[in-house]
């Protein structure tokens, strides 16, 4: 005889016995956005509660973040001056390196995840050195510097370097140069499968990276493409990255699902600008209720593979669950 299916609605403690997924602290890391000078902490029109700060306010953030039960951030960096090769990125005491010492100074517990990339350090606003010829990046120099700039991270005290450029070959390039140099033990956390995204619209405003002509639709996913996302995650798996990401999360949840299925290396989304602007915009209108929209956003990356969640709407999660 047919047995109908019974959902286990009945008992609260049981239902959450039985839940498959939930949501802590830990899954997040949570970006900031560190820019040159003093007493700077200067919010982004386009994403209402993500600001531009000076080193100064960064390093307050990160007290508050600790106090929130969130350990984990990843920096981007708004130098003072940009150039064709980003060299910013490529000094010492350029505003990353100078920020990663600073934050692992007064908070050695914190860990400090630093984007690995050019877009907003170069005057022309793309992810490494350009190929004018065919106005696209020459994914060959970019590796070069590429190395350089992990290798300044790694000295100045960086947990996890995170390539975000999607240079052919880059995971092997940084792998090899790591290694070289004594930091065997210095995870990657590969932007792995990155989509040529219009979701990314936002970002441009908080980390002054919007490309001065074209686009980078040459050397980011095709969002039409699933077969070669998938490959492009295993591929950089067996370059040696540590962990994979998919990004955006919201409309690639099935790419993410995919991408779970075929490996056994952690998997990071990152839950990006233009999702949690959409998310705002939303609530200032009033035609949601934005704290369950958002934590059930949360729990759909999550379900659908996510061991690690990107987000700017890490503290407001956080700020939730202590309440809990």
Do not use: W
């Amino acid at each position: 005889m047919f047995k109908r299916f019974r959902r286990l609605r009945i008992n609260k403690n049981l239902r959450d016995l039985v839940q498959e997924n939930d949501i802590s602290k830990n899954d997040f890391i949570y970006p900031l956005f560190v820019k040159s000078g003093e007493g700077i902490k200067k919010e982004i029109s386009s994403m209402p509660g993500v600001y531009q700060m000076s080193l100064d306010k960064i390093l307050e953030e990160c007290k508050e973040l600790q106090a929130l039960g969130l350990n984990s951030i990843i920096l981007f960096g708004i130098p003072a001056v940009k150039d064709s090769i980003g060299s910013d990125a490529l000094c010492e005491h350029g505003i990353i390196a100078t920020a990663i010492k600073a934050i692992k100074k007064d908070f050695p517990d914190m860990f400090v995840v630093s984007d690995l990339c050019f877009c907003e350090f170069t005057d022309h606003g793309h992810c490494g050195i350009l190929d004018m010829e065919h106005e696209t990046v020459d994914n060959d120099a970019t590796l070069e510097i590429l190395v350089k700039q992990a290798l300044i991270h790694a000295k100045s005290g960086v947990d996890m370097i995170a390539p975000s450029g999607m240079m052919d070959g880059m995971i092997e390039a940084l792998r090899e140069g790591l290694d070289s140099e004594g930091f065997e033990n210095l995870p990657i956390m590969s932007y792995s499968t990155k989509f040529a995204s219009a979701y990314y619209g936002p970002f441009r405003d908080v980390a002054e990276s919007a490309p001065s002509f074209g686009d980078r639709r040459s050397y980011q996913m095709n969002p039409a493409n699933r077969r070669e996302a998938i490959a492009e995650s295993i591929e950089d798996e067996l370059q040696g990255a540590d962990i994979l990401m998919v990004k955006p999360a919201l409309a690639y949840l099935d790419i993410i699902r995919d991408i779970k299925e075929n490996t056994t290396t952690p998997l990071a989304v990152y839950n990006v600008s233009g999702e949690y602007a959409m998310l705002k915009a939303a609530a200032a209108a009033g035609v949601i209720d934005y704290e369950r929209v958002m934590m059930e956003t949360m729990l759909g990356f999550k379900r659908a593979g996510a061991d690690i969640i990107i987000s700017y709407h890490a503290k407001e999660v956080a700020n939730l669950l202590n309440k809990r």
